[in-house]
């Protein structure tokens, strides 16, 4: 399969949208609205933009970015206040949009990941030496190591080959679309069909066993194990032991940071660099951005999408509007329920939205030093991924708690501390730390609000981190703490969900948002998906609003919205 078989004529969309480039005449206030300022409504709107399209976006915050922003969080110390860390967005659409040029420069993490345990022993995962220490802790998962990570490279190279392209779009029906689209589902079946034996069957269990049956048939050690299944539980408010749960594990891999695959990396600024950036590119191809102005309804005219109506009661008309916010908000909230079919609209209330994701930021006095390997210089443990989950066991409880309780009696935390990579974070000497905080209930099993339980969650998280760096509650000067109410109210996040709807295979690819609209686009004419709510998913990735770009200047050289 070609590695975007989507592309028109076989060139990409970057060689596509200059063609169009002065070609379309605006037919209304503008050609297009998107509602939402995020990475991908940014995307979504540069490639337009490029394409000579006349683009407004509507952000309801004030600033730019949806869940990638920097922002100061307490005096002097500024971070990335949700997303905090780089690998999956696509270096295709960073060297399209060119943003580099516009001041986006990415930085490998000294080391991946550093998974501390509580009785002494760590795992440090970093280029060339993983092997080495998976293997320090046991011989046989050494051995077997890299026959691991070749298998997960494998399904990660075929989810690669899918991202920038919309998936097989299964319609019912003869006509020179289901056609097109059975087509691609036989190109899709023949990739897989030279998948050799063992690589398909590598494939089949990312794709439907859980992440703890899949780690447990690899390794014996509880670090190594502990290592990918954090990965099968970001975003992802389940037991690693839940089935469907080691796809999310594949989708944390298909990523890269400048050329090395399966890297993480730190954008310099924070993840706020990124989207200014893209923000830069799509005003200088005349994208119009207006920021505090929330969308409060769609307009549906005969079946199809003709503008928004903002909160002020602004109405701002346009041939076409992509929504960069999840569906469920979107066909639950801001477009009529009369102009949508039943079974449809059902499906969108019933959407699982709830990563169970509590978000601190802390500013700190010193770096923290870890009982398992103790120091304060700036070593190579303290600039990665630090996973405070030391065990698949661990993380289950976790889950089990919070399923009863709330949120768990111990937390599973990703620290990063990015002031060790980035001295335009923390003032000089001090530093910021990311905790990104798993396994608490969207919604309180007792009924009470977050708001109530907002400081006593944050003081349990920072006790956990204290439990494996002793002196680090001490030098926290300032918080942050964001919980899945705070993630809805301040980045429109329904149920604080980081993905826009749960990544399980009933809500992914030629289901995502839902069968028949994989294509970005909508059951209304001239109503688009640029958002993670569309494949391949949440993450900043870029590739829904490419995508969806991609599907609207298709319409519109089709002339199928226009007036
Ligand atoms: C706490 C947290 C940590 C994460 N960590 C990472 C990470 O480290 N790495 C990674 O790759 N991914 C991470 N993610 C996931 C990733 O950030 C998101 O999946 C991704 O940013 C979603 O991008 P988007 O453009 O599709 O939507 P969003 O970023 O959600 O943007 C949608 C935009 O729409 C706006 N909006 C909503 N309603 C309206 C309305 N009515 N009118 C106008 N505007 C509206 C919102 O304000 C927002 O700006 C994290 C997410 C969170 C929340």
């Known amino acids: 399969m070609r590695a975007c078989s989507e592309d028109v004529g076989g060139v990409s969309l970057g060689l ?37 399209i006349k683009v407004k976006v509507v952000e309801r915050r004030a600033i730019v970015g949806g869940a ?42 000294r080391a991946q990941n550093f998974v501390p345990a509580l009785d002494g022993r760590y795992l440090l995962a970093a280029e060339g030496a993983t092997a080495g220490n998976v293997a320090a802790l046991s011989r046989a998962d050494g051995e077997r190591y890299d026959a691991f990570n070749r298998g997960l490279d494998a399904s990660a190279d075929l989810l690669r080959e899918l991202i920038l392209q919309a998936p097989p779009n299964l319609r019912r029906g003869v006509s020179r679309e289901s056609l097109r689209e059975l087509i691609k589902l036989a190109r899709f079946s023949n990739r897989i069909r030279r998948l050799s034996t063992q690589s398909l069957s590598t494939m089949l269990d990312l794709f439907f066993k859980s992440a703890g049956d899949y780690l447990d048939g690899w390794f014996e050690g509880d670090l190594v194990k502990a ?4 990965d099968a539980i970001v975003g992802n408010y389940v037991s690693p032991y839940a089935p469907g749960s080691a796809y999310v594990l594949l989708h944390h891999a298909f990523g890269e940071v400048n050329g ?50 903002l909160g002020s009661g602004r109405v701002i008309r346009a041939a076409a509007v992509a929504a960069n916010v999840d569906p469920k908000r979107l066909y639950t909230a801001l477009v009529p329920a009369g102009a949508l079919d ?41 600039s ?15 889950f089990w708690d919070a399923r009863v309780l709330g949120w768990s009696r111990a937390p599973i935390i990703e620290m990063v501390i990015p002031s060790t990579l980035d001295d335009t974070l923390a003032p000089r000497g001090a530093h910021v730390a990311s905790l990104f905080c798993q396994h608490v209930a969207p919604e309180l099993p007792d009924g009470s609000s977050w708001d109530e339980r907002r400081e006593q969650v944050a003081d349990l998280m920072v006790e956990t981190v204290e439990r494996f760096a002793p002196g680090f509650a001490g030098s926290v000067v300032g918080r942050q703490a964001l919980t899945p109410l705070d993630l809805e109210r301040v980045f429109g996040l329904t149920g604080g969900d980081i993905f826009h709807g749960a990544l ?17 686009r909508s059951p209304l004419r001239g109503l688009y998906h640029c958002g993670s709510g569309a494949h391949p998913g949440g993450g900043v990735t870029g590739a829904p609003g490419h995508n969806a770009a991609r599907a609207i200047i298709v319409d519109w050289r089709k002339g199928r919205w226009s007036r």
Request: proline share 5%; with cysteine.
């Open 16 to 52: 596509m949208v200059r063609w169009f480039c002065g070609s379309l005449t605006p037919m209304q206030d503008y050609d297009v609205i998107i509602i939402g300022a995020g990475h991908n409504g940014l995307t979504c709107a540069a490639y337009l933009g490029m394409a000579g």
């Open 68 to 109: 990638a922003v920097t922002e100061e969080f307490f005096p002097g110390f500024r971070n990335s206040i949700a997303a905090y860390t780089v690998s999956l967005l696509h270096p295709r659409i960073i060297a399209e949009l060119r943003l580099a040029e516009h001041g986006l420069k990415i930085v490998e993490r």
């Open 227 to 230: 290592l990918f299944g954090f």
């Open 260 to 309: 090395k695959k399966r890297t993480w990396g730190h954008a310099i600024g924070g993840m706020g660099a990124i989207t200014q950036a893209m923000a830069r590119v799509a005003t200088s191809c005349g994208v119009e951005i207006e920021t505090e102005a929330p969308v409060r309804e769609v307009l549906v005219e005969k079946g199809r999408a003709t503008g928004v109506v």
């Open 342 to 382: 039943a079974a449809f609209l059902r499906r969108m209330r019933a959407w699982r939205c709830g990563s169970g994701t509590f978000r601190m930021n802390v500013a700190l006095s010193e770096l923290p030093s870890f009982a398992a390997r103790p120091g304060r210089a700036p070593q190579d443990h303290r």
């Open 384 to 398: 990665p991924g630090i996973i405070l989950a030391p065990s698949l066991a661990y993380m289950e409880r976790a």
């Open 504 to 520: 399980s295979l009933d809500q992914l690819f030629w289901a995502r948002p839902a069968l028949g609209y994989a294509d970005y």
